[in-house]
């Protein structure tokens, strides 16, 4: 998200009686204010575009697809061997 997902962020905000104003800047992704920081070593800066590069927002969009399914898929599992031994629990209930 930090690569590919660009927000915008608040400026300055001026308060007039009851209303406020806010300013935002331009919306940019957090990849992009971290190159574009003073702070930031220019080896850094490179080993970070580098890593950019290799990204692939598709690949990584089916990825994660894949590994919520994956996580429904256990999560459905668990329900249902908890609900199989609650009906366990329930036949071996004996009242008097």
């Not at 204010?33 to 692939?56: A, C, G, M, T």
């Not at 690949?59 to 994660?64: Q, S, T």
């Not at 894949?66 to 031994?85: F, M, S």
């Amino acid at each position: 998200m930090n690569f590919f997902q660009p927000t915008a962020k608040l400026m300055h905000k001026e308060r007039h009686e009851a209303k406020v104003k806010k300013s935002y800047d331009a919306p940019k992704t957090p990849f992009k204010r971290l190159l574009e920081s003073p702070d930031i070593d220019d080896d850094v800066k490179v080993q970070l575009q580098n890593y950019f590069d290799e990204l692939n927002p598709a690949a990584l969009k089916r990825e994660i697809d894949q590994l919520l399914r994956k996580l429904a898929k256990a999560y459905l599992k668990k329900k249902a061997n908890l609900e199989q031994q609650l009906e366990q629990q329930d036949k071996e209930l004996v009242f008097t």
